[in-house]
């Protein structure tokens, strides 16, 4: 990945009864009757206060059903751990066989709640350049195939969109070979314009991270990708530099590109980016990392729309340090994010 980062597409449907149970779990069921009470296993995956947190956390997300299976298994401690993340809305990751599907029934419960749903979008054609993410769409017709479905989901119903993990800075990096970059380009602005036809969504470009590059190389590249009629780009997406250093980063590139606002994906940046090993590889399943800041509208900046959990904590960013494929749950990873974060 060129030392950006391992993103991972997430995969989920509709719940199963497997995953119902583990809701059941997470509503209260402990295997002690100590509900309520200080120490208690017991959890409910409850909305943070809307007035800083308006992002909706899913009660059947893989976390919280980990969670689940823990407190069935007995084990309330690790259970404890995980409802760190279980608590939290992280982003959701279209699944393009299920792409309509999935955008509705994610943006349908977060509306009956009053909260905002947040959706990545990863099915670029030609994603990842053949590393652990590789794969995307077959082909243009079929990612604008992708896109419709998902506004069709989405509806007048209020989103947040992260468009494309990767795709820009892979046409500036070499990755992407010359002859895929126009239609990218066109893609990618065809994306933007269609999910921002829509009456409540919002769309934020990836555009790096405060460890790659700089401004200079990626502004006009996002001027040609739709950055105009977005509502602005995404940083630190699946990394790990601090929030100080994205923030510094993104208002670099603000100025370059007329003003706009940003996100930052402070999911596992609590202890700032991994040093060690081989440079190439110190995005992927770094060790020693923790949570960060929690999901807020309430930043250090006025230009920073928004912290967000856009990697979800606890999966994986490929095969590497023992990990397993990129975007499935490794629950010692998981534990570990978790432990290393402030109660």
């Known amino acids: 990945m060129y030392g950006s980062r391992g993103v991972g597409a997430f995969a989920g449907g509709r719940a199963s009864a497997a995953v119902l149970g583990a809701a059941l779990l997470l509503a209260g069921c402990s295997s002690g009757g100590d509900d309520g009470k200080e120490g208690s296993a017991a959890a409910v995956v409850t909305q943070q206060p809307k007035e800083a947190d308006p992002f909706?956390?899913?009660?059947?997300?893989?976390a919280a059903r980990e969670v689940g299976k823990l407190l069935g298994d007995g084990r309330k401690s690790e259970a404890q751990q995980l409802r760190k993340i279980a608590e939290q809305p992280v982003a959701e990751w279209i699944n393009p066989e299920q792409a309509e599907e999935q955008a509705r029934e994610f943006t349908e419960s977060a509306d009956e709640v009053g909260r905002r749903a947040v959706l990545v979008l990863y099915n670029i054609p030609h994603r990842d350049c053949g590393q652990y993410s590789q794969g995307g769409a077959a082909d243009g017709d079929a990612y604008r195939d992708f896109v419709d479905a998902v506004a069709e989901g989405?509806?007048?119903?209020?989103?947040?969109?992260?468009?494309?993990?990767?795709?820009?800075?892979?046409?500036?990096?070499?990755?992407?070979?010359?002859?895929?970059?126009?239609?990218?380009?066109?893609?990618?602005?065809?994306?933007?314009?269609?999910?921002?036809?829509?009456?409540?969504?919002?769309?934020?470009?990836?555009?790096?991270?405060a460890g790659w590059g700089n401004p200079d190389q990626i502004h006009e590249p996002l001027k040609r990708a739709g950055i105009d009629q977005a509502d602005g780009f995404a940083v630190n997406v699946s990394?790990?530099?601090?929030?100080?250093?994205s923030i510094a980063y993104g208002k670099e590139l603000s100025a370059k590109v007329g003003g706009k606002h940003f996100v930052v994906d402070t999911s596992r940046n609590g202890n700032g980016p991994y040093t060690e090993g081989d440079p190439d590889e110190r995005w992927c399943n770094p060790p020693g990392?923790?949570?960060?800041?929690?999901?807020?509208?309430?930043?250090?900046?006025?230009?920073?729309?928004?912290?967000?959990?856009?990697?979800?904590p606890g999966e994986s960013d490929g095969e590497c340090k023992g990990g397993p494929k990129a975007g499935e749950w490794w629950e010692d990873y998981a534990l570990g994010l978790a432990r290393a974060s402030a109660d």
């Open 289 to 312: 990392r923790a949570l960060g800041e929690t999901p807020t509208t309430r930043t250090a900046d006025p230009l920073v729309d928004a912290y967000l959990w856009i990697k979800r």
């Open 239 to 245: 990394n790990f530099y601090t929030t100080e250093d």
């Open 154 to 209: 989405i509806g007048d119903r209020p989103a947040t969109v992260v468009l494309e993990p990767d795709a820009v800075l892979h046409l500036v990096d070499g990755c992407t070979p010359k002859e895929f970059h126009e239609e990218r380009y066109d893609l990618l602005d065809g994306a933007v314009s269609k999910l921002k036809g829509l009456k409540d969504t919002k769309v934020y470009l990836d555009a790096g991270n």
């Open 56 to 62: 909706w956390a899913n009660p059947q997300g893989v």
